[in-house]
């Protein structure tokens, strides 16, 4: 299940890149956000993360049953003596009280639209949501966040 998550977030990342962003006068395509990749389970590690990046920096991100939000950074230029591929750092939030704890409402969306991933979880009166986008224009990964209550 989670090779299936991982292809299918590769998936839309690949026709986010073949479309262009609107501007007033160039809509945004109308149906362009009935693909967008959601996911209603926090992952189990790194090999049920959601792509995202601005094709020089590369995140795999997902957020662990026990709640906290991970990523693991790649850069396009990182490469070993053996020709792999590697990380470049990693990342672990955590937010007290947590939001995304076991059995509470839980959504991961990758927003093509917006290039972003949007997680919401928490109860209705204490939700919580991360924006995480990785800037087109430079090497910067932004997190933001917004709650109803502090955390």
């Keep these: 299940m989670s090779n299936s998550r991982v292809f299918r977030a590769l998936v839309c990342c690949s026709v986010l890149a073949g479309f262009s962003f609107a501007t007033d006068d160039n809509p945004p395509p109308s149906d362009l956000d009935k693909y967008n990749v959601v996911w209603n389970t926090p992952g189990t590690n790194a090999s049920s993360s ?7 920096i590369g995140l795999n991100v997902w957020v662990e049953e026990d709640g906290d939000l991970r990523f693991y950074i790649g850069r396009t230029d990182a490469w070993s003596e053996a020709c792999r591929l590697l990380k470049v750092g990693a990342v672990r939030l955590s937010l007290s009280p947590n939001p995304f704890a076991k059995g509470l409402p839980f959504c991961q969306q990758l927003v093509l639209r917006d290039g972003r991933i949007e997680i919401k979880g928490g109860a209705a009166d204490a939700d919580v949501t991360l924006r ?6 430079a090497p910067v990964i932004h997190v933001t966040g917004k709650s109803s209550k502090p955390v």
Aim: hydrophobic share 45%.
């Design 50 to 56: 959601m792509p995202i990046g601005n094709g020089e």
């Design 132 to 137: 995480l986008f990785v800037d087109a224009n």
